[in-house]
């Protein structure tokens, strides 16, 4: 089989959990396990892989999974210590002394705050970590989801300390550091940051109207600032605010991808944004 033909088969798991999961509203204890057979039969009858190499990467993987469920852990823990220490009320009071306007937090707790929490833990957890904040600040439940969901985007594509492409795309790559260093790369690790450096611009570009479009989101479908509002009259109020927030994320997002690594990234564009 020709690498042309064979290289769409890798798309074979993601369509069975895609199917899984959002077509059959199947739980993802049950959806993986299908999804990892789908894999192993797409290596095996079409690839041709030894059953040895797709053991190893099976337990590759689930090493994988233990050092990403080590980390989602982690922010469970932080999330239900904050919430039984009552610290979430403190953090809530503190954010709501900055401003009671629903727009400003918005951006201050579904942009930065959910983009740091991305940068620290990633996979998802700025959904886990943020929606609850902003419920207890008086949000509707779908517009605090919403919100949280939108403002962590941009900070995805390095996740957690940058394991999207340290993890996902760096490591892989060791494997043909050859043709890598052969095209002008010093090593696989300069073309990751390169990689890294480019993706941040273009994600860089998007993250200056990423505070704008959660906002409008909340304030035209949920009418979180007057129910019986639901236009985008509110959210263009703030749009000057909402701009320099994204272009106070966006200039040290590049920067820090550029010159520091895939790690720091939304770490020092949320910190620096926020302070600013």
Known sequence: MTLGASAPLALVPLVVVAALLVGLLWPASR????AWLAAAAVAFLA?????????????????????????????????????????VDR?????ASISDDRRVQVVLLGFFLATFIEGVAGFGTPAAVVAPLLLA?????????VAALIGHAVATVFGAV??????????????????????GFESVGAYATAAGGWAAVFNGLLGLFIPFIAVAMVVYFFGAVDP??????????????????GVAFAVPYVAAAWFVGPELPSLIASMVGGGA
């Open 91 to 95: 953090i809530n009071a503190g954010f």
């Open 137 to 145: 600040l008086g949000f509707p439940a779908f517009a605090a989801v």
């Open 162 to 183: 940058g394991t999207p492409i340290i993890v996902g795309f760096e490591q892989p790559l060791d494997a043909v550091s050859g043709a890598i260093t052969g095209g």
């Open 31 to 34: 959806a993986m396990p299908v």
């Open 47 to 87: 690839w041709g892989m030894p059953v040895e190499w797709i053991l190893a990467a099976s337990v590759n993987g689930a090493m994988a999974a233990v050092e990403i469920l080590w980390i989602v852990l982690g922010a469970l823990v932080l999330l239900y210590t904050l919430m039984n220490s009552g610290a």
């Open 228 to 245: 019986d509002e639901r236009s985008l009259g509110p959210a263009l109020a703030v749009a000057p605010l909402c701009l320099f927030a």
